[in-house]
């Protein structure tokens, strides 16, 4: 058994390994800091369909231009155009803020792992996995006003979203195909040009009972979404599930108009704690998310099956 000043220094070696000296010991360094927000990008369907802002300072814009109006018009010999269509500016921000968590490894299995092979690579994407499903539940449920501290660090997608259907007053909220259809009827129909780039992220009952719809009309298609996990669709749309969205809710949105920032002074920092044979792993961040245009997003909610 390593002594704890034995495991100290280990810990110590480790830390040298994926830390810089620039800006505080406990910085990752470059490579592992990429490690880091890869592994927490790949952590869950909606932050890796998601945009990632790998941000250089506390805020950043997120610009959209687009013309609103139609710009051709009929070409007559001789004459000039008469007008011009003019494009619409907007921005939204990110403004970053911090969090933090603490993982607990206990001494024995810092003691059977710390000498294997590429150990500080495992360490940074056990907390990363982590740390990516967390960030998950915040960007959604997020809520300035939330009881909960971590929630109200910011407001999250559902939150920001500018279309909003509910059970009973838009659908009827035992039927999942009509709240979906609410959802679609929405949306601005200039933003739902490909449907196949949308997605349905909906809780876990949401999917589960769009399976059983298909299931009883005794199809092909029925009997592989009851057998087979294959990816479901409705009216051309992907519909995926997610654990960290409230029960009887569903977003409706184009992934790429989800945007998510982390800020890169990204710090894990060691925290033995011998009495209890343990060491704390504190790992600090600063993030936000935001629309790149909340005008196209619709939140259902109120699904009760």
Not at 20 to 48: E, H, M, N, W, Y
Not at 266 to 279: G, H, L, S, W, Y
Not at 280 to 289: H, I, K, Q, S, W
Request: proline content about 4%; charged content about 25%.
């Amino acid at each position: 058994m390593m002594t704890n000043d034995m495991l100290l220094g280990k810990l110590e070696n480790v830390l040298k390994a994926i830390t810089t000296t620039d800006l505080g010991a406990s910085r990752l360094a470059p490579a592992k800091q990429q490690l880091f927000v890869r592994t927490v990008s790949q952590a869950t369907r909606i932050l890796d369909e998601a945009r990632r802002i790998d941000m250089t300072s506390h805020t950043h814009d997120i610009d959209r231009i687009a013309f609103g109006s139609r710009i051709l018009q009929a070409a007559t010999e001789g004459e000039a155009p008469t007008g011009e269509a003019k494009p619409e500016f907007s921005t939204n921000k990110l403004e970053s803020v911090e969090v933090i968590g603490v993982s607990g490894i206990t001494d024995s299995t810092l003691e059977d792992n710390i000498e294997r092979e590429g150990f500080e690579d495992t360490l940074i994407q056990l907390i990363a996995e982590r740390v990516g499903v967390d960030l998950e539940e915040l960007f959604l449920n997020g809520d300035k006003a939330s009881s909960d501290p971590f929630l109200a660090k910011t407001d999250g997608w559902l939150k920001k979203a500018a279309n909003l259907v509910q059970g009973t007053t838009d659908f009827d909220p035992t039927n999942v195909e009509a709240m979906f259809d609410a959802m679609i009827h929405a949306v601005p129909k200039k933003y739902l040009r490909d449907r196949s780039q949308w997605r349905f992220y909906v809780h876990w009952d949401i999917e589960d009972a769009y399976r059983d719809v298909l299931r009883a009309r005794g199809t092909g298609l029925g009997d592989t979404a009851q057998t087979t996990a294959t990816q479901l669709a409705y009216k051309g749309i992907p519909v995926v599930d997610s654990a960290n969205m409230p029960a009887g809710t569903a977003l409706l949105v184009n992934p790429a108009n989800l945007v998510y920032g982390i800020y890169r002074d990204i710090r894990i920092e060691p925290d033995r704690q011998p009495k209890a044979r343990r060491t704390d792993f504190v790992t600090t961040l600063r993030v936000d998310c935001n629309f790149e245009d909340e005008n196209a997003a619709v939140v259902g909610q109120g699904y009760t099956g």
